[in-house]
């Protein structure tokens, strides 16, 4: 958005309720004045919708919208997919790990609408798709979690994800066994179907009704299960061994792709590091900072530095920057979400080890 405020014009009412928030043909505001603040700009237009009456400024529309440190926006989004934690950001930034952490969770909720307007859900993928996930963890290892992953076979173009609770597995001292029960036993048990359902919920907000797929996996068996329980969907199931080598010949490198780049540019996903998320809501608004970064930011090949995975599927015309991934303020009342990913942004998943994580209650920021 230009800084000059009479070289720039509100493209529509923010206000959810006014008939002119979804539909601006018509739409008539005047200036109303300035506030000053004390970021720059320091001077800040403000405006009034001639419908509803509710008063607004140019800085409704911005990222940056009631942020008392804006200039670290950019900063923290580049910093979080270079691998590293939210101290170390913090450390680099002058600036303290809960104002980290907060602009965090305001990226991830833009990056998820980014995302979200940046393909289009109600249209099948016009290419095969390779589906798997990556294992980590939440709060402790006592709490694993599986984060499962839809990639473009040719594009590499992370079409979404969801994630899972897991039971903790594999070899454990008897000491382990018996925490890993009181545990349990104080919080509950995940769900032991809730892979085969949230492997169910990312295809079907990827494939509507009716589509067909050619669909590549390994042999877990929880996937043959969920695609059952898609009745109303084709697919043609290509099953890869897991053990298979991990070159660009295995039709599962896309998602290993994934799978590793995830793990080289986040800290809370390196294996036995001490930056894992607490709860399984923030380590998912950091996925979605990934996935805009790897879609849309990110060329296919780092040393070619050719088109980016969303160029290859004609989404984009070029490759975006910092700058123009937080161009402009995305309102949740305007771009619809699947109701997985409206539970994201409104941060409704739960950590069992804290039942009163905080959630998002919009008044008007983002």
């Given at each position: 958005m230009p800084l000059s405020p009479r070289a720039w014009t509100p493209p529509f009412c923010p206000n959810a309720g006014c008939r002119f928030?979804?539909?601006?043909?018509?739409?008539?505001?005047?200036?109303?004045?300035?506030?000053?603040?004390?970021?720059?700009?320091?001077?800040?237009?403000?405006?009034?919708?001639?419908?509803?009456?509710?008063?607004?400024?140019?800085?409704?529309?911005?990222?940056?919208?009631?942020?008392?440190?804006?200039?670290?926006?950019?900063?923290?989004?580049?910093?979080?997919?270079?691998?590293?934690?939210?101290?170390?950001?913090?450390?680099?930034?002058?600036?303290?790990?809960?104002?980290?952490?907060?602009?965090?969770?305001?990226?991830?909720?833009?990056?998820?609408?980014?995302?979200?307007?940046?393909?289009?859900?109600?249209?099948?993928?016009?290419?095969?798709?390779?589906?798997?996930?990556?294992?980590?963890?939440?709060?402790?290892?006592?709490?694993?979690?599986?984060?499962?992953?839809?990639?473009?076979?040719?594009?590499?173009?992370?079409?979404?994800?969801?994630?899972?609770?897991?039971?903790?597995?594999?070899?454990?001292?008897?000491?382990?066994?018996?925490?890993?029960?009181?545990?349990?036993?104080?919080?509950?048990?995940?769900?032991?179907?809730?892979?085969?359902?949230?492997?169910?919920?990312?295809?079907?907000?990827?494939?509507?009704?009716?589509?067909?797929?050619?669909?590549?996996?390994?042999?877990?068996?929880?996937?043959?299960?969920?695609?059952?329980?898609?009745?109303?969907?084709?697919?043609?199931?290509?099953v890869t061994p897991g053990r298979a080598l991990r070159t660009i010949r295995n039709p599962l490198f896309p998602v290993n792709l994934f799978d590793l780049l995830v793990r080289h540019s986040s800290a809370n996903h390196k294996r036995e590091t001490i930056a894992f998320s607490k709860r399984r809501q923030s380590a998912l608004e950091r996925i979605f900072v990934f996935l805009v970064w790897r879609n849309a930011m990110k060329s296919f090949s780092e040393k070619a530095r050719d088109a980016t995975p969303a160029q290859r599927l004609g989404l984009l015309p070029r490759r975006l920057r910092i700058g123009d991934v937080l161009a402009e303020r995305l309102f949740p009342t305007r771009i619809p979400l699947p109701e997985r990913w409206g539970a994201y942004y409104r941060r409704e998943v739960e950590t069992r080890r804290i039942p009163n994580g905080q959630r998002f209650l919009r008044r008007y920021a983002a």
């Open positions: 928030h979804a539909d601006p043909r018509g739409w008539r505001c005047k200036r109303k004045g300035f506030y000053e603040r004390h970021a720059a700009p320091r001077r800040i237009q403000r405006y009034v919708c001639q419908t509803c009456r509710r008063s607004f400024s140019s800085q409704t529309f911005a990222t940056t919208y009631w942020l008392r440190r804006p200039e670290l926006q950019a900063p923290i989004f580049q910093l979080l997919v270079a691998c590293a934690g939210y101290r170390q950001i913090a450390r680099a930034l002058g600036t303290s790990p809960t104002t980290v952490l907060r602009q965090t969770v305001r990226l991830g909720r833009h990056c998820l609408l980014f995302h979200a307007r940046l393909r289009v859900l109600d249209a099948a993928p016009v290419e095969a798709l390779v589906l798997d996930g990556f294992e980590s963890f939440e709060f402790s290892q006592y709490t694993p979690i599986h984060v499962h992953a839809a990639v473009g076979a040719g594009s590499h173009f992370v079409y979404g994800v969801t994630d899972s609770e897991l039971r903790r597995k594999g070899r454990m001292t008897e000491a382990q066994r018996r925490r890993r029960a009181a545990l349990e036993a104080r919080y509950g048990r995940p769900d032991p179907k809730a892979l085969e359902r949230d492997v169910t919920a990312l295809l079907a907000l990827l494939l509507p009704p009716g589509s067909a797929c050619e669909l590549h996996t390994d042999e877990h068996p929880a996937y043959p299960r969920a695609l059952r329980r898609l009745g109303d969907r084709r697919f043609d199931h290509r």
